[in-house]
């Protein structure tokens, strides 16, 4: 796999950031992840400029262009001799002389392997588990994951895919996804303090032909009631939710709704 460093590109193994980048000092970074659909970058459009918003929003400059970055990204998996791939962008606040003070960022971008799940993920759903969590900067996709890590063990522990939180008695996201719920034929999913990701606006596109949508708050009570849950994400598209915490939900199994939305999904990416 091939990678992009400040207008080089060389092997990711050979690839390297010096000690004194604030991005690894202090996690002053933000990124973003897209993948490729038959060797093109999929919506290349809304993540490029969800990457600009999480860098201004830490007054970080980007100092390329979209034609130069979605270029540079076509190369890099040419490079790679992949169809389907992972592509991260990384800006670091760049190299600091006191670890607090930050003027030229460092821009990355990796080629990456896409993780593969266990297709019973998709026919038999997954676990979260709660916590009261809410990002720091939360509309931005910074690096600073501490608590998601810092809760891995505990996750393994209870045998659960992943973390939801909540805060102030609302639901809110995924650790690295956005959530989902079925109330009936209505398609429900949180609107505020959340990374509203590209995965969810393209579901929440083609639901409109299907279901009646609400983007609204959830509290954590309402949560309970719902008939259908599931997860979107870059990499592992629809995800069934069978269970949070302790309550299952559609009997254990996977909703007739979300396996809708799947499908529904699946066809319009691999006509990409």
């Known amino acids: 796999m091939y990678c992009f460093i400040n207008g080089n590109i060389l092997p990711v193994e050979e690839a390297k950031i ?10 002053y970074a933000v990124f ?6 038959n060797g093109k970058p999929f919506g290349f459009e809304d993540y490029i400029v969800r990457f600009r918003n999480s860098a201004e929003s830490l007054r970080l400059q980007l100092n390329y262009t979209d034609e130069e970055i979605k270029s540079t990204i076509i190369r890099l998996v040419e490079k790679s001799n992949v169809k389907e791939a992972g592509v991260r962008l990384l800006l670091t606040g760049g190299y600091s002389s006191d670890s607090i003070s930050f003027d030229n960022p460092n821009f990355i971008i990796v080629i990456e392997k896409l993780p593969v799940y266990p297709s019973s993920y998709y026919q038999h759903g997954v676990k979260l588990i709660t916590d009261e969590f809410q990002r720091a900067v939360a509309g931005s996709k910074t690096t600073d994951y501490l608590n998601a890590i810092k809760l891995e063990p505990i996750k393994k522990e209870k045998g659960a895919f992943d973390i939801l939180y909540h805060k102030n008695n609302l639901v809110l996201e995924v650790a690295r996804n956005n959530i989902f719920f079925f109330k009936n034929n209505t398609l429900i999913t949180p609107k505020d303090d959340i990374l509203k990701g590209i995965t969810r606006k393209h579901v929440l596109l083609l639901a409109k032909d299907h279901f009646k949508i609400e983007e609204r708050a959830v509290s954590v009570s309402e949560m309970w009631d719902m008939d259908e849950v599931f997860l979107t994400g870059t990499s592992k598209k629809i995800i069934p939710v069978v269970q949070i915490d302790e309550q299952h939900f ?3 199994k996977p909703g007739a709704n979300t396996k809708k939305l799947m499908e529904v999904f699946d066809v319009f990416v691999n006509n990409y």
Do not use: C, V
């Not at 010096?18 to 996690?27: E, H, K, V």
């Open 32 to 37: 973003d992840y897209m993948r490729t659909y």
């Open 18 to 27: 010096g000690i004194t980048d604030i991005g690894l000092l202090r996690s």
């Open 250 to 252: 559609s009997n254990g």
